[in-house]
């Protein structure tokens, strides 16, 4: 069992900068890949950005490839996601999810191919 816990969110001005971090307990998240999901009201879960178990192989949703940065620190068992550039279509719950890693890059942005998940840290970006 691994437990994810958000920090970092808040309220920013749009072009402002943030960095989450996930900080995991239970078990070690060297065993697992690591990734970022966000969800703004009234809209579905969305992926944002994964890193597998061994920090080579890194994935972003297109419309924050360039501004957001995911990266991991398997000896702290925490996981960071740098933000900058913001939007304030980027406004959302921001969540943090830990899982097996899967074939097949499409299977990869996909909510059930995460077994654990945190509770959510908010990011607001006022335009």
């Known amino acids: 069992q691994v437990q994810l816990a958000e920090s970092g969110g808040g309220l920013v001005q749009a072009g402002d900068s943030l960095v989450l971090s996930c900080e995991a307990s239970?078990?070690?998240?060297?065993?697992?890949?690591m990734g970022w999901f966000r969800q703004a009201p009234g809209k579905e879960r969305e992926f944002v950005a994964r890193?597998?178990?061994?920090?080579?192989?890194?994935l972003y949703e297109d419309s924050v490839k360039g501004r957001f940065t995911i990266s991991r620190d398997n000896a702290k068992n925490t996981v960071y996601l740098q933000m900058t550039s913001l939007k304030p279509e980027d406004t959302a719950v921001y969540y943090c999810v830990a899982g097996p890693d899967v074939s097949f890059t499409w299977r990869r942005r996909l909510p059930n191919a995460y077994e654990y998940w945190g509770q959510g840290t908010q990011v607001t970006v006022s335009s």
């Open positions: 239970g078990r070690t998240i060297s065993d697992y890949a």
């Open positions: 890193i597998s178990n061994s920090g080579i192989v890194i």
